[in-house]
């Protein structure tokens, strides 16, 4: 089994990279659509708007959430989320300042 490498990288390459790979996903883009759309705490509509099983859904979440890019609070016996704030202004400034790099002419080869 192969050594990670992620230790010659920075701090900033490797939170991107953790960020971009859990959203790498056509139902996590789905879900964080909903959650922004909703413009709050999202308990258990989830599975209803994307048709999806729980089991897939609360799967995703966990993601978004190990990612830091959601947040969850307990509310009786559900788990309601909504985006985190810090997180998601944090790739934005990240995603703006790659794209901004990049200086070069409008074709190549």
């Not at 959203?23 to 705490?41: F, G």
């Not at 308990?43 to 048709?51: F, K, R």
Request: glycine letters at 8%; one cysteine or more.
């Amino acid at each position: 089994m192969g050594v990670t490498k992620s230790d010659i990288f920075n701090e900033q390459q490797n939170q991107l990279a953790v960020m971009l790979k859990a959203i790498a996903h056509p139902a996590r883009i789905a879900i964080l659509q909903y959650i922004i759309k909703a413009n709050a705490c999202i308990c258990g509509d989830l599975v209803d708007e994307l048709g999806l099983a729980q089991a897939t859904i609360s799967q995703h979440l966990k993601e978004l959430k190990n990612a830091g890019l959601i947040q969850g609070t307990i509310e009786g016996v559900s788990v309601c989320y909504c985006i985190e704030p810090k997180a998601w202004k944090a790739l934005q400034q990240q995603l703006n300042g790659f794209f901004d790099a990049y200086k070069g002419p409008l074709s190549c080869c």
